[in-house]
């Protein structure tokens, strides 16, 4: 499985970003779909996450209200739709998926750089 991550860039603070992730490869069969984050100096943390199989989705606190995680199953592909950005989401962006029958994310995009500017 490979994901190709797209659609960072530089934005001002209060703007709007749509990230891109589309997996190719063998037949795929995910369980979940998620995006993570690095920041400059910190360590990775989770973003959002959406089940393959229906909607459920979760957040974390920091992007809940602000960025939407969807999906296409036809076309492989999950989005993460970023409003109000602030510059504390500059980092880079990774998607991540866990397989069924997976207990962990085991194939990672190469991440796509979002800068926040104030």
């Known amino acids: 499985v490979q994901l190709q991550a797209s659609g960072g860039g530089l934005v001002q603070a209060g703007g709007s970003l749509k990230l891109s992730c589309a997996a190719s490869?063998?037949?795929?069969?995910?369980?979940?779909m998620a995006w993570f984050r690095r920041a400059p100096g910190k360590e990775r943390e989770f973003v959002a996450v959406?089940?393959?199989?229906?909607?459920?989705?979760n957040y974390a606190d920091s992007v809940k209200g602000r960025f939407t995680i969807s999906k296409d199953n036809a076309k492989n592909i999950v989005y993460l739709q970023m409003n109000s950005l602030k510059p504390e989401d500059t980092a880079v962006y990774y998607c991540?998926?866990?397989?069924?029958?997976?207990?962990?994310?085991?194939?990672w995009g190469q991440g796509t750089q979002v800068t926040v500017s104030s």
């Open positions: 991540a998926t866990r397989l069924v029958g997976s207990f962990e994310y085991g194939f």
């Open positions: 490869g063998r037949p795929f069969s995910p369980s979940f």
């Open positions: 959406i089940r393959w199989s229906g909607e459920i989705t």
